[in-house]
């Protein structure tokens, strides 16, 4: 007898493996398993699972939507917290915020549902991402670029604290935690259950530049996007990506922009790139609905593949950075792993939000290195690990979102961050409930 509304399973019942590890993206699984798994069904259970964590002597893991590449919520000797049923969305035309519970997908659930109310949330790029761990690392969101962190709109959100009590956070009520959340992503101290959200109008018209240039032009076009990212206006998402087309067999260097101002000038600065004329393909500002971009997330990011990431915050001259990268764009270890290098400078030119997400600069490589088979698994981690030896000398941190810091550790907080995110945690979670990161972040 537990007491709970939801379901619980203590390893070793029937049920218990898929209960544990069922709902995670990545097929390339680590054999971590907590002790129990509490599906939780709404917020007093997830504070009495807390509370049964302390009385057991086990820590706390969390899952919302079960996206997180190195699958962080499988930890040893916990209680697994199971979000899978807090999936409420509620929109106050009033406040126009909307509200919603961790296991929401971005594009499946919430875009749709806001759409029917002219709004517009910037979730994360593959539909399928649940909102709760994608808020937690910051959320880098539909042009984060221009907007900002999706963490920035984060108006209030109620969580479950260490010792059991559901508390609201907020820039004014227990802003140490707000300022914790927004940013600490797998190294939070608490079980967030809701969060409301500050929404935007929904855009009119989305346009798109897309120009696809054989690898063998990647030097030039990289030294080219270096400096003229800057002259993107904070309207456009941008990003090169090296990745090989279905069917084709051979690597492409793409450098895609979307407007959300619509206006076609917008994206004129794509046109400026010296060898443009020798792109194999040129789609100049042609109008794109945004379900087609979210389709073309799905496709490039496929259900039960074996995938593993790795980015960096990349600071340095084009001469230092273009050489360190041009493999990572030509040369990709299997036919579906992409690579991403994507640009942040109006971010950089305001003046940084208050909260624990603190480090970032304008440039950011992610690669996204994707296998269908165990025997694959050794080639793609040296490839990934080469990728990223040869950008780690100019790499000022990395986002936890894209991160594995079992296997390369880096920088997830400035100093200062680091400093007032472990007093906050001391006094909040003085026992240690929740385990923290897993594999040592470097300060
Ligand atoms: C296909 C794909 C595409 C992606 N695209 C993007 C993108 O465009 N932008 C981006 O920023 N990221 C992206 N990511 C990364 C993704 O945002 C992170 O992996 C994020 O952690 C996923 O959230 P989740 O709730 O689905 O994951 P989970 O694995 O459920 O959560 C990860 C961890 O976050 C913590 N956590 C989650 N929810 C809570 C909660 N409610 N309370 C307390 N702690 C919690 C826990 O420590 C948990 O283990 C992508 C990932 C995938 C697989």
Known sequence: MTGFTGAFWRNGDTGFDDAAASRLFN??????????????????????????????????????????????????????????????????????????????????????????????????????????????????????????????????????????????????????????????????????????????????????????????????????????????PSSVELAAVGCTPPGSGSPVLIVDAV??????????????CPVAGKALTANVAQQVDFADLQAAQLRSSPEYHRYFADNAFLAGSASELVPALVPAFTDLPTPKTFTVLGDFTPLLCRRPPDMSLSVQTDLYFAAYVIGETPEEDAWCRSWLDAAMERVAPYSAGCYLGDSDLTVRPDRVMSDAAWSEFQRIRTARDPEGRFPGYLGAPVQ
């Open 27 to 232: 097929h390339r699984r680590p054999s971590r398993r907590p002790a129990v798994v509490l599906r939780a069904a709404h917020a007093a259970d997830v504070a009495a699972g807390v509370r049964l964590a302390a009385a057991e002597g086990w820590k706390v893991a969390v899952r919302s939507g079960g996206h997180s590449w190195a699958a962080w919520s499988l930890r040893e000797d916990t209680l697994l917290i199971d979000l899978a049923l807090f999936t409420r969305m509620s929109y106050d035309p009033d406040s126009a915020t909307v509200a919603v519970g961790p296991a929401v997908r971005g594009g499946l659930d919430l875009d749709p549902y806001l759409a029917g109310y002219g709004r517009f949330f910037a979730v994360g790029h593959a539909p399928t991402v649940g909102m709760g761990g994608f808020l937690l690392q910051g959320g880098i969101g539909w042009n984060c670029r221009g907007w900002g962190w999706a963490a920035e709109s984060i108006e209030s959100m109620d969580v479950v604290t260490a010792d059991g009590e559901l508390v609201r956070c907020s820039e004014t009520d227990n802003p140490d935690l707000f300022w914790a959340a927004r940013g600490s992503g797998p190294g939070f101290f608490g079980v967030v259950t809701e969060f409301r959200l500050r929404t935007r109008p929904r855009f009119r018209e989305l346009t798109q530049s897309t120009y696809v240039y054989p690898v063998w032009l990647a030097p030039e076009v990289l030294n080219w996007y270096h400096m003229a990212r800057h002259d993107l």
């Open 259 to 272: 407007s959300f101002d619509g206006g076609p000038v917008s994206l004129a600065a794509l046109g400026t």
